[in-house]
């Protein structure tokens, strides 16, 4: 009777990493949406109050993130050691970036001067595709390391932070444009289309099977609530319908809430290793050589032994 | 210029840990850290089914991904290509963990004893601070090929001057030497064999050669 695969060594098959755990996906979930807040706070062109609401929250953001990494660390004491290699080290320069964010956007939020607003703004920008290349440098997990995790990543932070934006504007009263609202609707849409596009890029050129199956297994929910009832929201709100604040409310907090959700999902849930593989089974005594051997893919199309 | 590399002849380990043990040994790892590990695959379907031995550790790459992503410079690809950590500068954010597709590296928060609570004699005599909430992993024994360097030893060849793993492989299964000295035992092995490293499609560059067959 034939019988399945063994079931090779459960050490060589890809494992979930331990090591990131909430508090590094606090900096990713808060950081990447305060950046972009904070780019949008300084092209929103709304009144100071709300802008400046929006700077801070953009910085409160962004100061949770980076305080929930200090507190993962394994030599907190050491962390100005972060500064050493700008050279090729995306945590590094996220590093960077947040001292600029940090400078720029409080003098931006206490004197409310446009070149400061764009300068934070810019910061804030640099700061979440930062973060995008931190993830996408990390070879060891193929789920973050695929080439379009880095539009991802900008994708949603953008999407969250003109959501954080709506629900800003709508809590203080100010009044939401055309513009601000077909942004919102442009970025739910380019967030959906890089979403699939990830998802089936990551499919064809291959990841670890646990990888796939978490992310398949939240595509539906991510598409109806971060992308089809949201963008319903803010075309009623842009059609007319009566409480147009508060339906750009709901759409940029199912925008946010998802946004998370895929964010904590990339980070914690799917991020599955490489693994082991031997490229061929050895020799032994008369017998040719095995097939390729890479426990927890899909099996290698062509492999065959001798 | 020197790139230390290793061999490891799958035909001919034999599973047996002795390396696994040796380098626990030489390297006082804590509890629960092996920085060499064999692996005990069985692949294929009855009546065809394999059972391969598969000695994995830090690969020593030559374009390390744990290196570029370090924030700190403590990860840095050496001259002779051992790449190495410097545990006074590692902060132990874990980006070097992620960058790894080898799962080579670990990071321990507290110190854990083999048995429970009680501490043995051996784990409170070597254990070192130093290494708690840091990166470590497999050093290919930097302290020896230091130290051939210093006397003019040859690693792979003098066993005080190479790594403990090696020195103990009980089947002759791993070799350990400069992959540009073309005279090396490491260079002769290779062009007699048929051999491959693993995710070599990442572009890491890896310095650990599994030999498969003759060529």
């Known amino acids: ?306 | 210029m020197k790139r230390y590399v290793m061999t490891i002849d799958l035909r001919r380990c034999v599973g047996c840990q002795t390396c696994t043990a040796a380098c626990k040994s030489a390297n006082a790892t804590p509890s629960g850290i092996q920085w060499r590990r064999v692996l005990d695959l069985e692949t294929g379907e009855f009546p065809d089914v394999r059972r391969t031995f598969l000695p994995v550790a830090c690969m020593h790459c030559g374009d390390p991904p744990c290196e570029s992503v370090c924030p700190t410079k403590a990860t840095t690809k050496r001259a002779d290509g051992l790449v190495a950590i410097d545990y006074e500068l590692c902060i132990g954010c874990a980006n070097c963990v992620m960058a790894c597709p080898y799962d080579a590296r670990s990071i321990v928060h507290e110190q854990h004893f083999a048995y429970g609570e009680s501490q043995m004699t051996s784990e409170a005599k070597r254990f070192d601070p130093g290494r708690i909430g840091v990166s470590m992993k497999c050093t290919f024994c930097k302290d020896r090929i230091d130290e051939a360097a210093a006397t003019g030893r040859t690693p792979g060849v003098d066993p005080e001057v190479t790594p403990a793993c090696v020195n103990s492989c009980i089947s002759g299964a791993m070799g350990f030497g400069d992959i540009n000295d073309p005279q090396s035992n490491v260079s002769q092995l290779l062009a007699q064999t048929q051999h491959f490293r693993m995710h070599e499609e990442l572009g890491t560059e890896p310095g650990v050669y599994y030999i498969w067959n003759q060529s």
């Not at chain 1, 400046?52 to 200090?70: D, K, Q």
């Not at chain 1, 609530?225 to 940029?252: T, Y």
Request: net charge positive.
């Open chain 1, 1 to 306: 009777m034939k019988k399945p695969v063994l079931g090779a060594s459960t050490l060589a098959a890809p494992k979930p990493q331990k090591n990131w755990d909430w508090r590094a996906a606090s900096n990713f979930i808060a950081g990447g949406a305060g950046g972009a807040l904070l780019f949008f706070a300084s092209i929103g062109g709304f009144e100071p109050a709300p802008t400046r609401m929006a700077i801070l929250l953009a910085l409160i953001l962004i100061g949770c993130g980076l305080t929930c990494v200090w507190f993962e660390i394994g030599r907190p004491l050491r962390a100005m050691n972060v500064y050493r290699h700008i050279a090729t080290s995306w945590m590094t320069r996220e590093a960077f970036v947040a001292l600029a964010v940090f400078a720029t956007g409080g003098l931006a939020w206490l004197l409310l001067q446009p070149l400061l607003a764009w300068l934070a703004g810019a910061a804030g920008l640099a700061f979440l595709y930062s973060q995008a290349r931190i993830l996408a440098a990390n070879k060891g997990i193929p789920a973050w390391r695929h080439p379009r995790s880095v539009p991802l990543m900008v994708a949603t932070g953008l999407a969250e932070g003109a959501g954080f934006l709506s629900g800003v504007a709508f809590l203080s009263g100010a009044t939401i444009g055309f513009w601000q609202a077909a942004v919102l609707l442009a970025l739910i849409a380019i967030r959906a289309l890089i979403w699939n596009g990830y998802l089936a890029g990551l499919t064809v050129e291959g990841a670890p099977e646990s990888a796939l199956r978490v992310l398949n297994g939240i595509a539906s929910r991510l598409t109806l609530f971060g992308h089809v009832l949201p963008g319903f929201a803010v075309l009623a709100a842009l059609a007319g319908m009566p409480g147009r604040g508060a339906l750009m409310f709901a759409a940029g907090s199912m925008v946010v809430a998802s946004g998370w959700f895929l964010k904590y999902t990339l980070v914690r849930r799917a991020a599955f290793t490489q693994g082991l593989a031997v490229v061929r089974i050895p020799v032994r005594g008369g017998g040719p050589a095995g097939p390729a051997v890479k426990p927890g893919w899909k099996p290698v199309p062509g492999a065959k032994a001798g």
